[in-house]
């Protein structure tokens, strides 16, 4: 593996990281679920025109694969913590079980939130997770948050280009500093 930058995208089983990260890199959508033990892709970005080589490290969401995916860890610069917008459990553990394990292990990290699956999400089932909930908690932690889709593409590279801002310190990691970026519009207010 060469010497680029991290970024490692973590969050619970079947949220959707390995679909997001797949249709970030070659814009295919993965035809079926295949549980992730530990993969890495490199691709390249240009940033202000230059040239940023970018390792995605995938890791698996279920207990068993913990010790591989602490190994993963180490490769980090910035962290992508994912979640799904359908499933509010998944949400609750981005800051009681991912947060906590990313600085148990890792100290003072930096991090973005990602809200996947908004293709499918309705705004009136009390089970999925709204917009303003995924702001709240950014502008709480003071991160960065994004709501994508891998199905329709929406917002996956805006979420990696960010996550790569801030690790290159090019950028604030988030909201107490710049006022944040959410779902890809800055905004304070929950409106897009
Ligand atoms: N509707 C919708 N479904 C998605 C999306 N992304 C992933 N899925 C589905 O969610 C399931 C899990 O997706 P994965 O990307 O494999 O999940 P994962 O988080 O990598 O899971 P682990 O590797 O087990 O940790 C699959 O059946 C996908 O088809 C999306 O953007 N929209
Ligand atoms: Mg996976």
Sequence with gaps: MSNGLGVVVVGDSKVGKTCLIQTY?????????????????THDLRINREKIEVNVHDTGGSREHSGVRHMIYNKADVFLICFSLL???TFQHVDQFWLNELR?????VA??????KSDMRQGNNPY???KIEGIRLAQELGCHYYECSAITQRNIKEAFDKAVKVAMDLEPRGMKESGGCFDGCFSTNGKS
Excluded: A, N, W
């Design 128 to 130: 999925h997770v709204q």
């Design 87 to 89: 499933d509010r459990k």
């Design 25 to 41: 890199g070659t814009g295919q959508y993965p035809e079926k679920y295949e549980i992730t033990v530990g993969q890495s892709y």
């Design 104 to 108: 148990r292990l890792r100290g003072d």
């Design 111 to 116: 991090f973005v939130i990602v809200g996947c």
